[in-house]
């Protein structure tokens, strides 16, 4: 199977990110072996997918019973979660946050164990829809070997890609990655209030915009952030940015600070396409700085 399957796996923590992660192993060959919450709903929900998954009565008979535990419980838990349990020598400890240093896995590593972070790059808004989005995404791993090898043989079993990450950059690694997720909530829901000028509801803006986010998207999968970009920026139209200040400065707040903002980042954008000269970018930056 290209695989080590016969170690044990288990999840402290039965939320949506740790379900989501042991359905997909169990599905894969591994041998998830138990889970312990707080929650006993939860923690029999997870193990009733999976054969022979035990719900155990706390973390430290968890922590006894497997060889490598998935701390997936929230960020700001992690090293009182760690704290708690009398690891072992040889044992692996991993948790599944982006921005938090492995640090939180202190006594883990004091206790002799090898401790790690496996942060898939996706939403989990419930463990199905997470789970069928596993395949393809990106997995961010931290670990010395043998466990970084054994976390990137278990991204590759979920169908994912493997991110390596040098020590202490979880957060910036993290803080990039917010530009595309919950940045895009804020962008659309900024249209959406723009579009309320013209008394549309935000479902109806949403429901126009949704297409336009999608071919996006398409794009800069296809040809880059740079080739891939359409607009008035990319084509040097100044008359058109004109119209829009005009048009945004009536509505108030931020509203034209962030427009100047993402314009400016645009016309570096332009540029490195080649579409738009020095002489032209030079009249927008003017223009977009007021």
Known sequence: ???????????????????ALAWGLA?????????????????????????????????QALADAVELVFLTVPDDAIAAACARVVWRKGQSVVH???????????????????????????????????????????????????????????AQAL??????LPSGTRALYHAGAGYVAGFVNALAREASRIWGALGLTEEEALRALLPLLRGSADSIERLGPARGMAGPISRGDLGTVERHLAA?????????????????????????????????????????KG
Do not use: K, N, W
């Not at 997995?139 to 070997?145: K, R, T």
């Open 159 to 164: 169908g994912c890609q493997t991110l390596r």
């Open 1 to 19: 199977m290209g695989f080590d399957s016969s170690f044990a796996i288990g999840f402290i923590g039965a939320g949506r990110v740790g379900t």
């Open 248 to 288: 945004l400065a009536p509505l108030g707040g931020d509203t034209l600070e962030l427009y100047r903002a993402l314009a400016l980042r645009t016309v570096a954008l332009a540029i490195e396409r080649g579409s738009l000269g020095p002489e032209q970018a030079a009249r927008l930056r003017a223009l977009l």
């Open 27 to 59: 599905r894969r060959g591994y041998r998830v072996a138990g889970v312990a919450s707080r929650s006993q709903s939860s923690a029999q929900r997870l193990a009733a997918a999976i054969p022979q998954c035990a719900v155990h009565g706390g973390a």
């Open 96 to 154: 599944c946050s982006g921005a938090t240093e492995l640090d939180a896995l202190a006594a883990a590593a004091a206790g002799g164990a090898q401790v790690g972070g496996f942060h898939p790059l996706q939403m989990f808004t419930d463990p199905e829809t997470a789970l069928r989005g596993l395949p393809g995404c990106a997995i961010a791993i931290e670990a010395a070997p043998p466990l970084g090898d054994r976390l990137a043989a278990m």
